[in-house]
């Protein structure tokens, strides 16, 4: 049963560390998704990429997260350095990216995130 | 105004009852719409797409209603195991792949 995978699973840091989050997307599929969810805020859509190239992020904010796509089977999204305010749960998804957009999104389980 | 609303709930319903939520979304050029669900602590899993001529799958049937630019979920005779949070999402256009996420309205079913 393919499933999206995400590493790790819960992390806890301090205050202006580096957190570094991993994503194995769906085999096949090439469109990956990083979002973040807290309960104020609900599910938030941070950047996503089309065969591994980055078509949207303009939900991140610049200055302090970034994300990547090394090759097909692995994206990253950093926090460096991590604040209070980025505690959330964020997930991954992937799909399989159909021509005219439109198209079920497969989630990971989610890293959640504590920055103390 | 947000992109995508929904009213928050809980939605408290005995067992058997049918419930309905609706979602609004505000861009025109929304062109692909789906319901998913949420349990506690749990990813997002897609319950259904919603199709312009609506659909049914089950106990659960989605409608939409572009003139007024709505989404709508039923559910006849609620299980114990609908109790979740559903998630109106909406494409926000042909041929981009940016999704907007409701906040949720959550359900609770009631032995």
């Known amino acids: 049963d393919a499933r999206v995978t995400q590493t790790p699973r819960h992390k806890v840091t301090e205050m202006g560390q580096e957190v570094t989050m991993r994503c194995q997307p769906i085999?096949?599929?090439?469109?990956v998704f990083w979002y973040r969810q807290t309960m104020m805020q609900g599910l938030e859509l941070l950047a996503y990429f089309r065969n591994r190239a980055p078509l949207d992020d303009s939900g991140m904010p610049k200055d302090r997260f970034s994300a990547e796509m090394p090759d097909a089977t692995l994206a990253t999204l950093k926090i460096q350095p991590s604040e209070p305010r980025d505690s959330a749960v964020y997930f991954c998804?992937?799909?399989?990216?159909?021509?005219?957009?439109?198209?079920?999104?497969?989630f990971g389980p989610g890293t959640r995130l504590t920055v103390l | 105004r947000k992109e995508v609303e929904q009213d928050p709930g809980p939605f408290n319903v005995p067992e058997g009852a049918t419930v309905a939520f609706n979602c609004t979304y505000s861009?025109?050029?929304?062109?692909?719409f789906f319901w998913y669900r949420q349990d506690c602590r749990k990813e997002p899993k897609l319950l259904m797409s919603v199709y312009s001529s609506g659909n049914e799958d089950g106990r659960f049937t989605a409608q939409l209603n572009r003139a007024s630019q709505y989404i709508s979920l039923l559910i006849r005779d609620s299980k114990l195991s609908d109790s979740a949070t559903y998630l109106c999402?909406?494409?926000?256009?042909?041929?981009?792949?940016?999704?907007?996420f409701g906040t949720g309205t959550r359900l609770k079913v009631l032995a």
């Open positions: 085999l096949g599929h090439n469109t």
């Open positions: 999402v909406v494409n926000i256009g042909t041929g981009t792949y940016k999704y907007i």
């Open positions: 861009n025109s050029a929304s062109q692909s």
């Open positions: 998804a992937s799909g399989s990216g159909g021509s005219g957009g439109g198209d079920t999104q497969y």
